[in-house]
């Protein structure tokens, strides 16, 4: 089979196309790649979620390592990518694989490739792992056995969790957090940052009250997404128990879910001018902000009255590591709920997300939801909205609305169109309709946002008739 990195590493089925015998290939071609990079940094860290079968395909990750004679610091237990990319930062190792399908549902698996640099794979360096992939196609790898590398002291048994936490907490105002002793509903949706995040701000002297917080490899009966609809039992904990805020993540604990004190679900659209707003007013970070083509523009507007800019990006945190990297963004973040900030990993990181919302919450002396109206009273009102249209030619649908001459949507001039990823019309409003391909399935995505649900509903009815109308003529 053609194995290809997606948006963020390769995704499968588990025991069909992600077996024994691709991982297998694909760890070899990985191998390949470090060994050509000639690299002074040697070494690689590989960690799993809680998904069935996740430790073994580790294994099998560590044994190809070993077989060719790269280090390995293989983690002992379940681990949320975050801590595994700062275990990249911390050693200073050439890379590390994660065997993860974050959010997908509990049949998928993925392998995901951090490098050095802590972000995920760029697409020049998925590229030459690919290319790598067609050499070793069909070709014995080389692998040693697990036990046997152990003895040679070519894998190596550790435990990043007191490393990681003590690294997080070193961005977080310890004395607010601790005179605050928020009450917190913690939901790790049975994936990898059971007894991370709990554990984490039991360090800070919060009241935690943990749901969900056993490894499942079917977690739970739901997707491991940290979205309003897969929330209800953290909103209703929250509510009942009397809690200051609810804290999610998802399976592989690289994005956040928040629940306000009310028990409304505070989205990422709604969170990101959040965080930025309070590292700029609380924590006196000065600098710009990146986002996704499909992550709201009310940043754009906080940005620009401090004298900032607001830098897009495509869809994909890669392009946004990239930038925090660089020193060019002071935070980053994606609709989906992926954020992280400058001078961490380049990675997403839903653990350091959830714990600056705790953050901003033992700031104030109100909710979340309230210092959120503050916001909109200040910049205007935003709202976003998302719909997917089933579509095997999103690509092709897409190409032909491009070449379309389209001045108005819902009945808004558009004054500006972006086809970075997709094709995005923004309109003299301040409103917008972005229209893109998954990249993961036959999907159409719509996003759209404006100054009210009437117009947001339009927007996206819009956008749902566009792709509907140019796909027939695909037809």
Known sequence: MVIKFGT????????????DRNVAMLAQAVANYLINLKMERRGVAIG??????????????????AGNDIPVMFTEDYTPTPALAYTVLKHKLAGAVMITASHNPPEWNGFKFIPYHTGPALPEETSAIESEISKVYGKKVRRMDFEKAISRGLITLYSPKEDYAHWVLSFLDLNLLKNKRLKVIV?????ASCGYLDYILSQI??????????????????????????????????????ADIGLATD???????????????????????LLYLHLI????????????????HLVDRIAEHYGYQSIETPVGFKYIGKLLREGKAIIGGEESGGFSIVNHVSEKDGILTALLAAE????????????????????????????????????????????????????????????????????????????????????????????????????????????EETSLKLA
């Not at 963020?8 to 077996?19: L, V, Y």
């Not at 939901?187 to 994936?191: E, F, I, Y």
Request: proline share 4%; glycine share 10%; with cysteine.
């Open 48 to 65: 799993y979620d809680t998904r069935r079968k996740s430790k073994h395909f580790a294994k099998i990750v560590a044994e190809v390592f």
């Open 281 to 296: 007013e609380f924590k006196n970070m000065k600098g710009n902000v990146a986002r996704t083509v499909s992550t709201t």
């Open 8 to 19: 963020d590493g390769w995704r499968a089925i588990i025991d069909q196309d992600f077996n």
């Open 360 to 467: 901003i919450k033992a700031e104030l002396n109100f909710s979340l939801t309230s210092r959120l109206n503050q916001i909109h009273e200040r910049y205007g009102f935003m709202i976003s909205g998302r719909v997917d249209v089933r579509c095997e030619k999103g690509r092709e649908v897409v190409e032909l609305i491009k070449r379309s001459s389209i001045s108005k949507v819902a009945g808004l001039e558009v004054s500006k169109v972006i086809d970075i990823d997709g094709i995005k019309f923004v309109l003299r409003n301040g409103s917008w309709l972005l229209l893109r391909a998954s990249g993961t399935e036959p999907l159409l995505r719509i996003y759209a946002e404006s100054n009210s649900r009437e117009k947001l509903e339009e927007l996206l009815g819009f956008g749902k008739k566009l792709a």
């Open 187 to 191: 939901d790790p949706m049975h994936g």
């Open 251 to 273: 399976g592989d604990a690289d994005r956040v879910g928040v629940c306000d004190v009310n028990g409304a679900f505070i989205s990422p659209n709604q969170l990101y001018p």
């Open 205 to 242: 002297g919060c009241e935690i009250e943990v749901i969900h917080g056993t490894p499942d490899p079917l977690f739970g009966g739901l997707t491991p997404e940290p979205i309003e609809k897969n929330l209800h039992a953290l909103s209703e904990h929250v509510v009942l128990r009397g």
